[in-house]
């Protein structure tokens, strides 16, 4: 019995042995390289791709085998018999060919492995079909373990050559595919050989119709060339291929570049290619990025998975470059096909000019711009959140809460002795000797002009805050001992209340402060006092006012002005804001900002408002001219369920168009309730009538609110067109809310326009829409008849716009309007 190994060296002419191998390594090859073609073709041309494949491999099998058996010299006569040696050569094409159909058989488990188990029996099948054409002047005696061996062999190699070959098409897997592939049909053959015992036997005569070698060779040469010729074709359409793919991927390129936003493309979490405008904003070339992980610039998880799990949603997330801080940037991704195969373009814009813009809004609405305290507003958020806190179930539950509020004694005598630049720096002196003596958790606030106050949070007890009051009173008196000149002489006077000994809320404790200030003020400055209940006058005119409030419907005490908004660049008229107006017989004219809050407080704002709207939408419904109609909507009515349904009836009862119906509402007014209050605004747009965000810039300012429902016009609060001319920062940040209004295609108005320079800044900034004192004084709106009528409404150009003719017609006002 000869042993595979020694019946391979001792009997085989081992040059044709490696020519058979380099044959069958070529031809898996180009099975491989076709049967990738094949994975993304569909109907008929997958089929005759198949079929070459099929050829090629099958080819490749049986020439394999015949060239070795060509290496293979029994030492007798022998030759080959013509019908079983065609017959395995079209069993090898059959049966391999059906083991590729199997192996590249869309969706089923396991299809490689059984392919190629199929590929193995069909090489086993030729071999012993073209054994039984091999007639030899001898007898064969078989070798049952090492034919079984064979076959395994054959079958085993065959299904892991497939699953590797076919994993993926890169140049790596294919070659390592086709080299086990031959690994199965070489150690198949030579085994099943090794199998074979030749007994020599003179009584066997090989028959004389048994083909002559020569003719068997032509057959293999002919095979061997078929193979080369599929070769060819396959690295052809490999050519073909990639150019494809390269002239696809550029136009891609070409195109994304020319995008505005970053463009990413991934195949699964991996980066396949960037554009240029993605490159620049995490600084890495797409080459660098191409084949990287997503979580490389995305590090954050979900982002990723909200990606992945739900396109076309865009979300908002950072993206890391590879230096420098995190960029934030809003991110959406679509399923595109590139370079054939499924993968994900994700569009990522940079949000950083908007949060910039977003973050300065931000600053300039909460902080004085001179001394870099929080202002009112903010002042008052902070107080609001810790009364809270001081509330028994709250985190200070128990301590007490002090406010102090602090005013310089005879600063308006420096102010007009030395000048204003004199009076701003001993404000910011005054601020930062101040910040200097409270402790960690204390704010200051600058409530306007020389008024400061003071929180100081979690006292165990309220003398606690007569301390700090001391301290502070002190460190002012250590800074004038300093003070070179007169106008360096600082002095303080303080008020101090308790919560929530003194108040239960934060306009009386702020209330209370004040009237122990003045109190200190009166008994003799730099000192300061705590409140005393006895002080409460103010509370008592509250509660009166409350009361007065109640009937002042019933009493007709109530009116309203009409203040015009106009075109910035030819003043005309386009529709009027309706204010509201108090005259009680007793107090007089009471202003909004006093009577106002306080009904908002009692509740009295509900039917007070429905008052307002009613009363503005029967007058607007009156002109002829089809003007808008701006009325103000506070909290409390946005917030209550009927508030929608009164304006349903009121536009039904008036006969008002509601288009031309413009309700005012404060960020801050929205977000007491934002779901309730979004809700409200959902079923008013319904109706047609059009939301305005009031005073936007002095409350929280957050782009999220203003894209949490879709406003139809933004007004820039008053106090930022008071300061456009004289501070760059205000300037910067009206500029920031008209390019905000522009990128949301929002129109923007701006109101409080007093001066001419005003208006020439904000018709520079492109900025459409104006109202203020510098257009038109809240009148009664007979003093508008002529715009209102059929006049034609053209307010200055029309008339000389010196400042005598604009006190001229201001002086004739009624007095409420002043
Ligand atoms: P608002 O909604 O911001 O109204 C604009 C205020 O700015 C009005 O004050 C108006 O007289 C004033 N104003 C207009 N142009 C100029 C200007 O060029 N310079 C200056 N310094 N001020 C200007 P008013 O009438 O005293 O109203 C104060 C606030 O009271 C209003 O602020 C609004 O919040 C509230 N209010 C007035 N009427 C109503 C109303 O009917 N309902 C509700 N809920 N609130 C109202
Ligand atoms: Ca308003
Ligand atoms: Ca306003």
Redesign the pocket.
């Known amino acids: 019995m000869f042993t595979v190994y020694t019946y391979l060296v001792g009997e085989h002419d081992l040059r044709l042995v490696g020519l058979a191998g380099i044959i069958c390594a070529i031809a898996s090859f180009t099975a491989f390289n076709i049967l990738h073609h094949i994975v993304n073709s569909r109907g008929a041309v997958h089929w005759i791709w198949l079929c070459i494949a099929a050829t090629a491999s099958g080819f490749g099998v049986w020439a394999t085998h015949f060239i070795a058996l060509l290496a293979y010299s029994p030492g007798v006569q022998s030759g080959y018999n013509l019908v079983p040696t065609v017959a395995s050569l079209i069993s090898a094409v059959i049966l391999t060919g059906m083991g590729l159909a199997v192996a590249v058989a869309p969706d089923f488990y396991g299809r490689r492995l059984l392919g190629g188990a199929i590929v193995g029996g069909g090489i086993a099948v030729t071999h012993y079909t073209g054994m039984a054409a091999f007639e030899v002047a001898g007898r064969i005696e078989w070798n049952p373990t090492l034919v079984a061996a064979s076959v395994a062999l054959a079958v085993a190699l065959g299904a892991i050559a497939m699953s590797v070959g076919l994993r993926n098409r890169s140049f790596k897997s294919m070659m390592l595919g086709s080299l086990i592939l031959t690994l199965a049909i070489c150690s198949h053959h030579f085994t099943a050989m090794a199998a074979a015992a030749l007994v020599p036997d003179p009584t066997i005569v090989v028959p004389p119709t048994a083909a002559p070698i020569s003719w068997l060779v032509t057959l293999v040469a002919g095979a061997a060339f078929t193979i080369l010729l599929l070769t060819i074709a396959g690295l052809a359409l490999d050519i073909r291929d990639r150019r494809q793919a390269e002239r696809e991927s550029l136009r891609m390129r070409n195109l994304a570049d020319a995008a505005f936003e970053g463009l990413l493309v991934c195949e699964g979490n991996t980066i396949a290619t960037a554009n240029a405008t993605l490159s620049e904003i995490v600084q890495s070339s797409a080459e660098w990025l191409a084949g990287r992980d997503l979580a490389t610039i995305l590090p954050e998880e979900a982002a990723r998975r909200h990606l992945e799990e739900k396109p076309n949603v865009a979300i908002e997330t950072t993206l890391h470059p590879s230096a420098g801080k995190p960029i934030p940037v809003e991110a959406i991704s679509r399923p595109i096909a590139f370079a054939d195969k499924p993968h994900r373009a994700i569009a990522v814009r940079d949000l950083r000019d908007r949060k910039k813009a977003e973050s300065d809004i931000y600053y300039l609405a909460h902080h004085d711009a001179l001394t870099g305290l929080v202002n009112r507003n903010k002042f008052n958020t902070e107080l609001d959140q810790l009364i809270q806190a001081h509330r028994p179930k709250g985190s200070h539950g128990g301590a007490y809460l002090a406010v102090l509020c602090l005013d310089l004694d005879r600063f308006k005598e420096v102010n007009d002795l030395f000048g204003h630049a004199a009076g701003d720096m001993l404000l910011q002196k005054t601020a930062q000797r101040t910040q200097k003596a409270l402790r960690k958790g204390q704010t200051m606030g600058r409530l306007g002009g020389d008024e400061f106050a003071i929180i100081a949070p979690g006292l165990s007890d309220p003398v606690h805050a007569s301390r700090i009051a001391e301290s502070v009173i002190e460190a002012l008196r250590a800074e004038s001992e300093n003070a070179s000149t007169a106008d360096g002489l600082i002095s303080a006077s303080i008020g101090i209340a308790i919560f929530p000994a003194d108040a239960d809320d934060r306009m009386s404790l702020l209330s209370h402060a004040d009237t122990a200030l003045y109190r200190a003020k009166a008994e003799g400055r730099g000192t300061y006092r705590f409140y005393e209940s006895s002080m409460g006058e103010q509370i008592r005119s509250r509660r009166l006012i409350e009361h007065d409030l109640r009937f002042a419907i019933a009493r007709r005490e109530l009116s309203?002005?009409y203040?015009p908004q106009a075109r910035t660049h030819d003043r005309q008229i386009i529709g009027f804001?309706?204010?509201?107006r108090w005259h009680n017989p007793v107090r007089g004219e009471i202003?909004?900002?006093v009577f106002?809050p306080i009904a908002?407080e009692s509740g009295a704002?509900i039917p007070?408002?429905e008052w307002?709207l009613r009363e503005a939408c029967r007058e607007a419904a009156k002109w002829k001219r089809s003007l808008t109609i701006a009325?103000?909507?506070?909290a409390t009515?946005l917030h209550s369920s009927y508030f929608s349904q009164v304006v349903h009836e009121v536009l039904l009862e008036t006969g008002l168009e509601p288009s031309r119906l413009e309700l005012?509402i404060?960020e801050t007014a929205l977000i007491r309730d934002l779901n309730r209050g979004l809700a409200t605004l959902d079923q008013l747009k319904a109706l047609g009538v059009r939301i305005v965000m009031?005073?936007f810039g002095a409350g929280y300012s957050s782009l999220s609110n203003l894209r949490a429902f879709a406003f139809d016009k933004i007004k820039i609060d008053?106090s930022f067109i008071?300061l456009v001319n004289t501070n760059e920062q205000a300037a910067t940040i009206v500029r920031a809310v008209l390019g905000l209004g522009r990128g949301l295609k929002l129109p923007v108005i701006a109101?409080?326009?007093?001066t001419e320079a005003e208006l020439a800044f904000l018709d520079s900034e492109a900025c459409l829409e104006v109202?203020?004192?510098?257009l038109g004084?809240?009148q009664s709106i007979k003093a508008f008849q002529q715009v209102t009528g059929s006049g034609i409404a053209k307010t200055s150009p029309a008339e000389p716009s010196s400042d005598a003719a604009r006190q001229k017609r201001t002086a004739s006002l009624p007095s409420a309007a002043r």
């Open positions: 309203l002005v203040q804001e309706a204010l509201l202003p909004p900002s106002v908002e704002i007070i408002g307002v009325v103000n909507v506070s009515q005012e404060t009031d005073d008053r008071k109101e409080g326009v007093e109202q203020g004192f510098l004084r809240p």
